[in-house]
């Protein structure tokens, strides 16, 4: 009996030491150990298929706006809003934005 | 036999108060004590919500890394390094422009190096919660750390990774970017009605539809009234297409430094082409594939930049 409760006794501590390493594994960030998230993107994603009128840049301020999708799921700025571009004054060298 | 059974278990549980305790850590800080750099040199009393303030790579080898971008771009490097942690701070004309981090790759990894994008936000974590309310996922859990600040990692419901940031040095003011600084961000979602929705609810942008010929949804957020980043709608027309965001350097001629990427052991994606704004933009990969893209914009400062 004893032996019995020893053996599940023993069980019962090695799960603490396995669920140990797993909080220790998460506990140092997703991909690994060490600062930052480590690597989160898959691997061989394509690009491409840009047509010619596919634009991803800002606009230089005051573009027309489209009609808001019927099925968006976002509040659009109201209609009376120009399209904002980006910050034009200069700062100084390597400012960002 | 009942000796060595209480010999045993003593052996288990002293080893798993090690392990727990070990774990654990000091709060606020990495086991290897490694403390990331502030993202501004001088201090700022601004505080720009959803405006992109930082950029990090994680690259399976710095000093090659530190070569490409510093022969692109004029960057220069710091090299902060503790413990297991690897850290280059890049500068440009002694402005941090962004953080460049070593991790090695697994053999079995199936993921690549990339750009990781910081937004500003003022509470991480209220920013977390809104997160996981509206669909996304916590990858690095908040975590303050001394210098930089306050910051987590998440995935957004459609799978786009990107970090928020509370800086402690306050936020980069709004300034035109220079030549080799960061100017746009764009994210490419596969419905991008949606995602827009969710960063609206998280930041508080407002969005703005703009009429794009091709038919694909293309929204452009923003917040203190300038323009932050724009979303787009994958095209449909591969399967291997990934939500994610692309952050853009600003350069003088964006085909010449597409040719200087090549050079320097880089590949070309998108080659350069028009935009919207009237430039030229393309998207690159570093040597590891890490894709990034360039943008040409013509401003208040082109007189002096082109000289």
Not at chain 1, 66 to 82: D, K, L, N, V, W
């Amino acid at each position: 009996m004893s032996g019995m409760t020893g053996r599940l006794a023993l069980a019962g501590l090695g799960l603490v030491v396995v669920a140990s390493l797993f909080a220790c594994v998460g506990s140092v960030g997703y991909g690994g150990g060490g600062y930052g998230p480590g690597y989160v993107e898959p691997a061989g994603y394509d690009y491409g298929g840009w047509g010619g009128a596919y634009f991803v840049g800002p606009g230089r301020g005051g573009e027309r706006r489209a009609a808001p999708s019927p099925s968006r799921g976002y509040r659009p700025a109201p209609a009376s809003r120009s399209v904002p571009s980006i910050p034009n004054r200069s700062g100084g060298a390597g400012r960002r934005r | 036999m009942n000796k060595l059974g209480w010999r045993a278990r003593f052996f288990v549980s002293q080893a798993a108060l090690i392990l727990a305790l070990g774990c654990a850590g000091p709060p606020g800080a990495f086991a290897d004590g490694f403390d990331p750099p502030p993202i501004n040199g001088q201090s700022s009393a601004e505080h720009l919500p959803g405006k992109v303030i930082w950029v990090e790579l994680v690259t399976p080898d710095l000093a090659a890394a530190e070569r490409f971008y510093g022969g692109l771009f004029g960057w220069t490097f710091r090299d902060l390094h503790a413990g297991d942690t690897r850290y280059a701070l890049a500068q440009r004309d002694g402005e941090a422009v962004a953080g460049l981090v070593e991790r090695a790759v697994p053999a079995t990894e199936k993921r690549q190096p990339a750009w990781l994008t910081f937004l500003a936000v003022g509470d991480v974590d209220d920013a977390s919660r809104a997160v996981v309310a509206k669909g996304g996922k916590i990858l690095l859990q908040p975590r303050t750390y001394a210098s930089r600040g306050r910051q987590a990692v998440f995935a957004d419901p459609q799978g786009a990774v990107f970090a928020v940031l509370a800086s402690h040095s306050g936020d980069p003011p709004d300034y035109l970017a220079a030549p080799g600084a960061w100017v746009w961000s764009s994210l490419f979602a596969r419905d991008a009605d949606q995602d827009a929705g969710f960063y609206q609810t998280v930041f508080g942008y407002d969005v703005f539809d703009l009429d794009d010929e091709s038919g694909s949804r293309h929204m452009i957020l923003s917040s203190g009234d300038y323009a932050r980043l724009s979303v787009n709608q994958l095209p449909a027309d591969a399967a291997r297409r990934h939500p994610h965001w692309l952050n853009f350097v600003r350069v003088v001629d964006a085909a010449d430094s597409s040719a200087k990427a090549v050079a320097l052991g880089g590949r070309v994606l998108v080659p350069a082409r028009l935009d919207r704004h009237g430039g030229k933009l393309a998207v690159l990969a570093d040597p590891t594939g890490a894709p990034f893209g360039v943008m040409e914009w013509t401003g208040a400062d082109s007189n002096q930049e082109l000289k």
